[in-house]
């Protein structure tokens, strides 16, 4: 059979399953309102947080490195690509989460598989949050350590796990997401920091969606609970409005990062022109009260009416807003409905969640106003009915 016809085999089975993917078009940038698939409608499902994407002091600074860095780096870190761009944002980002030294990854995932393949090897064993984002789970597969899973949020499982486990490998691990994309909720961060200090193990904590919108000035969950993780991963994609990641430690953990993260080594490194932006986010991120505040009563208004509505909203006090359907074909379904209404939700499906897990996944802005939180809660009112 030809590599053609089986991926046509299979792409007919995703569909008859309701589980093919096929991206929607997004025209301009990523704003409140926007065009997608030729239609406006109003965004409900983009990590742009703060609304910071398309910031035009961010724009200037995106102008200015291509000025004086150009577009490209042209090669790896190690070889010529290791700009003073990239310097200056990992100082920025690491002062930014309280850690001595930093590396900055072309995207969250290369550096979360960065992270764990780099400081892990086949005589470890990590410990794993069962919900996890895949590029942790991937990160963990590459490094070749024993990985044992402990069930979500769970501090007392991980504790049990690490006393029965912790033998099986030199040095320990324990990695979570602080604020889970898929589910909204919080890792007992005190919790598992007090546990990896007990077992001789470190926290690597992944603050990708808890960056820019928790803690003060925007500094993630760890610095809203007062703590220091071993492992500080963040993401300048999301909150910060522009694009990349960095894996930030003690400078000792950094430079093994840089060393044997594949992902690092062996990628040519990120656009200067982006990353000469990142102090210039960082900035706008820290004196970002009045967003934080807006983005607060924004989704904690759409939880509030949704589930007035009679829809099944997992609990949690974040943006990130799961509205429980199902199985797939009735959760494209709803979110087709509203596209037609005019709203924007994205459908998540497995694998991205387990199956008879499928939801809505509503991110609001911090820039939605009033009108556009109710104009949504409109929609949803009438594809309920």
């Not at 963990?140 to 796990?161: C, F, N, T, W």
């Not at 320990?172 to 889970?180: G, K």
């Not at 607060?296 to 429980?324: K, Q």
């Amino acid at each position: 059979m030809s590599l053609t016809r089986i991926a046509e085999t299979v792409l007919a089975d995703l569909e008859s399953q309701g589980l093919l993917r096929r991206p929607r078009e997004v025209s301009g940038p990523q704003r409140p309102r926007m065009v997608v698939d030729g239609q406006h409608v109003l965004c409900m499902c983009s990590n742009n947080y703060l609304g910071l994407a398309g910031h035009p002091v961010l724009a200037s600074a995106i102008r200015e490195g291509l000025e004086q860095e150009g577009s490209g780096s042209g090669a790896s870190r190690q070889i010529s690509g290791n700009m003073s761009a990239h310097r200056r944002a990992e100082a920025a980002l690491a002062g930014f989460v309280g850690q001595e030294a930093a590396a900055f990854f072309s995207t969250g995932y290369t550096a979360n598989i960065g992270a764990l393949q780099g400081l892990a090897t086949r005589d470890d064993v990590i410990f794993s949050d069962e919900l996890n984002h895949a590029s942790l789970i991937d990160g963990a597969r590459l490094s070749r350590a024993r990985v044992v899973i402990y069930r979500h949020a769970d501090a007392q499982d991980l504790a049990d796990k690490l006393a029965e486990h912790r033998t099986l490998g030199r040095h320990a691990l324990i990695v979570t997401e602080s604020l889970f994309s898929m589910d909204g909720d919080h890792a007992p961060l005190v919790d598992l920091l007090a546990i990896a200090r007990r077992h001789d193990a470190a926290l690597v904590v992944d603050e990708a969606h808890a960056l820019g919108v928790d803690g003060p000035r925007g500094a993630g969950l760890c610095a809203q609970l007062g703590i220091l993780p071993d492992v500080t991963i963040g993401t300048i994609g999301k909150s910060f409005g522009l694009q990349g990641a960095f894996v930030s430690a003690a400078a000792p953990v950094v430079d093994l990062v840089r060393n044997r993260a594949r992902t690092f080594v062996f990628s040519t490194a990120p656009s200067p022109a982006v990353v000469h932006a990142a102090p210039a986010a960082v900035r706008l991120v820290a004196e970002a009260e009045g967003l934080r505040a807006s983005l607060r009563r924004n989704f904690r208004r759409l939880r509030a009416g949704l589930a007035e509505l009679g829809y099944e909203v997992l609990p949690g006090e974040s943006a990130i807003i799961p509205v429980m359907i199902g199985d797939p074909e009735p959760t494209m379904a709803t979110s087709q409905a509203l596209f037609e209404r005019g709203v924007f939700v994205h459908g998540v499906r497995p694998p991205t969640v387990p199956a008879g897990t499928g939801r809505l996944r509503l991110i609001p802005m911090a820039t939605h106003t009033d009108a556009e939180i109710s104009e949504a809660l409109g929609a949803f009112a009438e594809v309920r009915r």
